[in-house]
């Protein structure tokens, strides 16, 4: 399988002198410090071109990351009307009408789905993981498999559905088992493409914990080639990102991807 090359931080950001300074990945702000240090094999392994003196541009996707995309219940209260309006308008251009009795209240469910569809908007990591990070003396993988991931691609507003599989190796902290999902679900529950969520849920994890390694791998459906283009009812997409040493040890890769097909 071809592991994403994605480290856990952009290769422009700064490199940390100790100071306030922190990590974000989009709603962990502010929270989680990068470690100092360099290059060492505690923590998250450092980007390549991070080093001192080292000017690469910021990777776009990974500054696209640390935006707040939040939106709060006010905001949906007062877009949904225009959002019913714009599905009025769509049902028009399909050539329907409107104000015939199965369609009348069609854009106000449709607006309100597709907010719901879309609520990994309103949530935020911190929320998600507040007192649910324990001190443990454990250094061996944990894995939450199969994990229901349900997502609208950001192309074609169309349904991804599928399994997540999420493995780390502790740094003397765990993560509540739950929370795993719920960042599967902050990150799934909005406009996305399958890499990108793929390597925003391991960085989240990675952001967090500051594991030894971090190991995602999704397989999912995408409605955009079952119901249109393509039309191939049986394909799958699998996407993956290693961290630390999931991508630098081999055997540790194995037995992550051994143990989720198990």
């Known amino acids: 399988m071809d592991h994403s ?31 100092a240090g360099g290059t060492g094999r505690t923590g998250a392994p450092q980007a390549p071109g991070a080093e001192s ?7 776009p996707v990974m500054e696209s990351w640390k935006d707040e995309r939040t939106r709060s219940v ?4 007062m877009s949904l009307p225009a959002l019913a309006a714009a599905y009025t308008t769509i049902l028009r251009g399909l050539g329907e009408d409107p104000q015939r009795q199965g369609l009348l209240k069609t854009p106000w469910r449709a607006a309100t789905a597709m907010q719901f569809f879309t609520k990994g908007y309103q ?3 911190i929320d998600v993981l507040n007192d649910a990070i324990f001190d443990e003396d454990h250094d061996e993988m944990v894995i939450v498999k199969d994990i229901d991931m349900f997502s609208m691609c950001e192309h074609h507003l169309v349904p991804i559905f599928g399994r997540v599989h999420i493995g780390y190796l502790p740094n003397k902290r765990v993560l509540g088992l739950s929370k795993l999902a719920r960042i599967v679900e902050i990150y799934s529950r909005r406009l996305q493409v399958q890499e990108r969520l793929t ?3 391991a960085v989240a994890i990675t952001e967090a914990l500051q594991p030894t390694g971090v190991g995602v791998v999704i397989e999912a459906t995408h409605m955009c080639m079952v119901m249109r283009g393509v039309q191939k009812m049986n394909s799958k997409t699998v996407t993956s ?11 540790t890769r194995d037995e992550f991807l ?5």
Do not use: C
Request: aromatic fraction near 4%; glycine fraction near 10%; hydrophobic fraction near 20%.
């Open 53 to 59: 003196g080292s000017h690469r541009p910021a990777n």
């Open 5 to 35: 090359k994605q480290t856990p931080y952009g290769s422009g950001e700064k490199k940390d002198t100790g100071d306030s300074d922190s990590v974000l990945n989009g709603h962990f702000d502010g929270m989680v410090k990068r470690p």
């Open 241 to 251: 990102t290693m961290l630390g040493v999931f991508r630098e040890d081999p055997k």
């Open 258 to 262: 051994t143990l989720i097909r198990s």
């Open 74 to 77: 006010e905001d949906n209260e």
């Open 123 to 125: 949530e935020k990591i």
């Open 199 to 201: 390597k925003q849920i």
